[in-house]
T-cell receptor, first 114, second 110 residues
């Protein structure tokens, strides 16, 4: 069964550094998402992406965040200048089309900011 | 986003049925009821969804009240692998994002 993959599984960085989290969505999917989950808290929506542009973003997704689909397979989340409070699990998700009922999530990248 | 209310935690025994309730009294006519679960140290996983009628799939059943203000996810025969946080989510048709609440942490006793 096709699945969403994410790399790396764990990223440790220093405060102020830039990080790029990578995702490979399911190949025929058109909608892509990033969510995050701070330890012990609920899963929070960050951004949705379709047709090479952001379709919706949350208040969390401020100017330090950006997303990109640099080629036909990867979907990336960049955090320009990491803060301690960016430490969280970041999940990538995808679904086939606008009316698809199921979002498929990756296993997540644990980001630790020191 | 319409709100859902779930118990913080529930406990059941292996091989017994589990009924996970969800209240959504402010549901609108175009909201679908989705259930996802999150196994320990994993990303969320789709379980089932429905609009008005009860639904069955290989993982679970979804029973929806006639007024749609509540629903119940039914695991017919729980296994240890079903221990997870279960999220009841309302999603408007055509909406993209999922809005997660705190969910119900289900513990399965051997």
């Amino acid at each position: 069964e096709p699945e969403v993959t994410q790399t790396p599984s764990h990223q440790v960085t220093q405060m102020g550094q830039e990080v790029i989290l990578r995702c490979v969505p399911i190949s025929n999917h058109l909608y892509f998402y990033w969510y995050r989950q701070i330890l012990g808290q609920k899963v929070e929506f960050l951004v949705s992406f379709y047709n090479n542009e952001i379709s919706e973003k949350s208040e969390i997704f401020d100017d330090q965040f950006s997303v990109e689909r640099p080629d036909g397979s990867n979907f990336t989340l960049k955090i320009r200048s990491t803060k301690l409070e960016d430490s969280a699990m970041y999940f990538c998700a995808s679904n086939r089309d606008r009316f698809s009922d199921t979002q498929y999530f990756g296993p997540g990248t644990r980001l630790t900011v020191l | 986003d319409a709100k859902t209310t779930q118990p913080n935690s529930m406990e059941s025994n292996e091989e017994e049925p589990v009924h996970l309730p969800c209240n959504h009294s402010t549901i609108s006519g175009t909201d679908y009821i989705h259930w996802y679960r999150q196994l320990p140290s994993q990303g969320p996983e789709y379980v089932i969804h429905g609009l008005t009628s009860n639904v069955n799939n290989r993982m679970a059943s979804l029973a929806i009240a006639e007024d749609r203000k509540s629903s119940t996810l039914i695991l017919h025969r729980a296994t240890l692998r079903d221990a997870a946080v279960y999220y009841c989510i309302l999603r408007d048709q055509g909406a993209q994002k999922l809005v997660f609440g705190q969910g119900t942490r289900l513990t399965i006793n051997p």
